[in-house]
């Protein structure tokens, strides 16, 4: 996973950016045709060019999630401190799966 960050430092947009240079020689194009999709992990960089039209660009993010797992050890997730120092935010408090509050 490469290093990223809120756009603009603004967490209230919902989008992250690369901290560092991409190596675009490793990009793969996915031409779509009007009106196409792609489908692809939460964690895939991607990309695409400007709206040059007058109509609106729609997406639809949809997620799925597994059982969580809990670790002995926290993961580190810089990107979730960095969420929490802009927003004011306090370390987690308990989570929620299934549904279902669960305190740590």
């Known amino acids: 996973m490469l290093p990223h960050h809120a756009k603009d430092g603004d967490v209230a947009l919902h989008v992250l950016e ?8 490793q990009a793969v194009a ?8 792609t489908f692809h992990h939460s964690r895939t960089l991607h990309h695409t060019a400007m709206n ?6 729609l997406a639809f993010p949809v997620e ?6 809990f670790r002995e050890t ?6 979730v401190d960095e969420w929490r120092a802009l927003t004011g ?3 987690p408090t308990g989570h929620v799966a299934d549904g279902r509050p669960y305190q740590l």
Do not use: I
């Open 18 to 25: 690369v901290s560092e240079v991409v190596d675009e020689s």
């Open 30 to 37: 996915c031409p779509l045709p009007a009106g196409g999709a």
């Open 52 to 57: 040059a039209t007058d109509e609106a660009r």
């Open 64 to 69: 799925f999630e597994v059982r969580p797992t």
């Open 74 to 79: 926290p993961a580190v997730r810089p990107w």
């Open 89 to 91: 935010a306090g370390p």
